[in-house]
């Protein structure tokens, strides 16, 4: 905690967050991607690219959102 800016320290969090939030929040990020900030900026700006050029991109072979995201490796193919 930074003169008292930004919440709780991590013991404090740990101590108050409950086993069923911590599974919430657990989904959340499985579902929704990183809490980081950054993260999640290159990602709104990774989809409109991606959307851009696979509007201006012939049929066939489409590019992938992970082809303009840098910091975030290629999901596993899974069925």
Same mark, same amino acid.
């Given at each position: 905690?930074?003169?008292?800016?930004?919440?709780?320290?991590?013991?404090?969090?740990?101590?108050?967050? @409950?086993?069923?939030?911590?599974?919430?929040?657990? %989904?959340?990020?499985?579902?929704?991607? @990183?809490?980081?900030?950054?993260?999640?900026?290159?990602?709104?700006?990774?989809?409109?690219?991606?959307?851009?050029?696979?509007?201006?991109? +012939?049929? +066939?072979?489409?590019?992938?959102?992970?082809?303009?995201?840098?910091?975030?490796?290629?999901?596993?193919?899974? %069925?």
């Amino acid at each position: 905690m930074l003169n008292g800016i930004g919440g709780c320290t991590i013991a404090e969090a740990q101590y108050r967050l @409950s086993y069923e939030e911590v599974q919430r929040w657990a %989904l959340y990020r499985k579902k929704r991607g @990183s809490l980081h900030p950054g993260m999640r900026t290159e990602r709104s700006a990774a989809l409109l690219a991606t959307l851009y050029a696979n509007t201006h991109r +012939g049929k +066939g072979n489409p590019v992938k959102i992970t082809d303009f995201m840098p910091h975030e490796e290629e999901p596993e193919l899974s %069925l």
